[in-house]
């Protein structure tokens, strides 16, 4: 299983940010508690850990159907390349996305399973997958989203009624049955030779596109820019626990109550950038006819949140939907679309 064979720990001695740790049992039993500490990490830093999130088997599946389709030729995998329009589904190779201002390339490739062909399977909705995906898509992939659906659906509705909003108003926002960008990622980093570098990151500072990403690590190399300040800090992996974080269509639909953080990969510190490091990832992005707004009119919360923002009518009303918000952010990072901008915000670049 990679990551998984004698790869040294992470090491004590790296400044590392804290994440509040929220049980998802107990979300499950509705503790307050628990629910409070979720509310409490989706606003300020927009990243938690998610431990008793029962998903280890359909991850292990999906880590060595990522490491299967990965070892793939390479001329086998261009074959389901995403291209340079904006697909998010299909095979990312290294070196198409730009990481920097210098536009410097990324070293990292992905294989992107769209929920919608998983949950069709074997109609293509979106596309056709390399064997290796497809051959699994019973054992490893469509658990795998079903899990991360589960899970995600649970915090959103949990979120909803934090956010005041009438019931069910996130779930209509996300329905499983509709075409989205909800997408099972794999992502491969190479293992470095020499030192490691830790300014160079292997995946660009960037925030997330949709709604909820629910994320797990083996070795280090994740960092986040915490709010107020200037130091990128990793976040530990943690065996059993889940990464979950706040993207850029929840930050819009809560009218910036819920916090979609900025954070980057590097090369896994110290000695574990010798290692191979592989990473998986569910996106649950709202469907794609879903127009991108605060939802101020069915919230109070929200309301009052978009009233105190200087800026809200550009950071709440991008007037894109899902679907084009993804398109336009996906091909922005294309080296071919590429124009470096600073960071104005999430989604701004
Ligand atoms: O590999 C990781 O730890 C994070 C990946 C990530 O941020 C992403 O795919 O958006
Ligand atoms: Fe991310």
Same mark, same amino acid.
């Given at each position: 299983?990679?990551?998984?064979?004698?790869?040294?720990?992470?090491?004590?001695?790296?400044?590392?940010?804290?994440?509040?740790?929220?049980?998802?049992?107990?979300?499950?039993?509705?503790?307050?508690?628990?629910?409070?500490?979720?509310?409490?990490?989706?606003?300020?830093?927009?990243?938690?850990?998610?431990?008793?999130?029962?998903?280890?088997?359909?991850?292990?599946?999906?880590?060595?159907?990522?490491?299967?389709?990965?070892?793939?030729?390479?001329?086998?995998?261009?074959?389901?390349?995403?291209?340079?329009?904006?697909?998010?589904?299909?095979?990312?190779?290294?070196?198409?996305?730009?990481?920097?201002?210098?536009?410097?390339?990324?070293?990292?490739?992905? @294989?992107?399973?769209?929920? $919608?062909?998983?949950?069709? &399977?074997?109609?293509? =909705?979106? *596309?056709?997958?390399?064997?290796? /995906?497809?051959?699994?898509?019973?054992?490893?992939?469509?658990?795998?989203?079903?899990?991360?659906?589960?899970?995600?659906?649970?915090?959103?509705?949990?979120?909803?009624?934090?956010?005041?909003?009438?019931?069910?108003?996130?779930?209509?926002?996300?329905?499983?049955?509709?075409?989205?960008?909800?997408?099972?990622?794999?992502?491969?980093?190479?293992?470095?030779?020499?030192?490691?570098?830790?300014?160079?990151?292997?995946?660009?500072?960037?925030?997330?596109?949709?709604?909820?990403?629910?994320?797990?690590?083996?070795?280090?190399?994740?960092?986040?820019?915490?709010?107020?300040?200037?130091?990128?800090?990793?976040?530990?992996?943690?065996?059993?626990?889940? @990464?979950?974080?706040?993207? $850029?269509?929840?930050?819009? &639909?809560?009218?910036? =109550?819920? *916090?979609?953080?900025?954070?980057? /990969?590097?090369?896994?510190?110290?000695?574990?950038?010798?290692?191979?490091?592989?990473?998986?990832?569910?996106?649950?992005?709202?469907?794609?006819?879903?127009?991108?707004?605060?939802?101020?009119?069915?919230?109070?919360?929200?309301?009052?949140?978009?009233?105190?923002?200087?800026?809200?009518?550009?950071?709440?009303?991008?007037?894109?939907?899902?679907?084009?918000?993804?398109?336009?952010?996906?091909?922005?990072?294309?080296?071919?679309?590429?124009?470096?901008?600073?960071?104005?915000?999430?989604?701004?670049?």
């Amino acid at each position: 299983m990679p990551g998984l064979i004698s790869i040294p720990p992470f090491p004590e001695d790296v400044p590392t940010h804290p994440l509040l740790v929220v049980d998802y049992g107990l979300i499950r039993a509705r503790d307050e508690a628990e629910i409070n500490k979720l509310w409490k990490a989706a606003r300020e830093l927009g990243f938690w850990y998610l431990k008793n999130h029962g998903a280890d088997e359909e991850v292990n599946a999906m880590f060595d159907m990522g490491e299967i389709t990965m070892a793939l030729p390479l001329d086998e995998k261009m074959k389901y390349e995403q291209g340079d329009d904006g697909v998010s589904f299909g095979y990312k190779a290294a070196g198409v996305n730009a990481i920097d201002e210098k536009g410097n390339l990324d070293c990292t490739e992905f @294989i992107n399973v769209s929920k $919608d062909d998983a949950l069709a &399977f074997p109609t293509p =909705v979106h *596309r056709a997958y390399p064997s290796t /995906v497809t051959d699994r898509m019973d054992t490893a992939v469509i658990p795998f989203v079903k899990k991360s659906l589960e899970v995600n659906n649970s915090l959103l509705a949990i979120l909803n009624e934090k956010l005041g909003l009438p019931q069910d108003t996130l779930a209509k926002l996300h329905r499983e049955e509709e075409r989205s960008g909800c997408v099972a990622r794999v992502i491969r980093t190479p293992p470095k030779e020499g030192e490691f570098d830790e300014a160079k990151a292997v995946l660009s500072s960037h925030t997330d596109f949709g709604s909820l990403s629910f994320l797990h690590n083996r070795l280090g190399g994740l960092q986040v820019l915490a709010p107020g300040s200037e130091r990128w800090q990793y976040i530990k992996p943690l065996p059993g626990h889940a @990464i979950c974080n706040i993207g $850029d269509s929840l930050h819009i &639909f809560s009218g910036g =109550v819920l *916090r979609s953080n900025m954070h980057r /990969v590097v090369p896994p510190p110290k000695e574990q950038a010798r290692y191979e490091r592989y990473s998986l990832v569910f996106f649950t992005r709202a469907s794609d006819d879903v127009e991108l707004r605060a939802l101020a009119k069915e919230s109070a919360v929200i309301a009052d949140a978009v009233e105190k923002t200087p800026n809200a009518k550009t950071r709440f009303y991008p007037g894109a939907t899902a679907q084009e918000w993804l398109t336009r952010r996906v091909k922005n990072q294309r080296f071919k679309n590429f124009k470096w901008s600073p960071w104005a915000g999430p989604g701004q670049r």
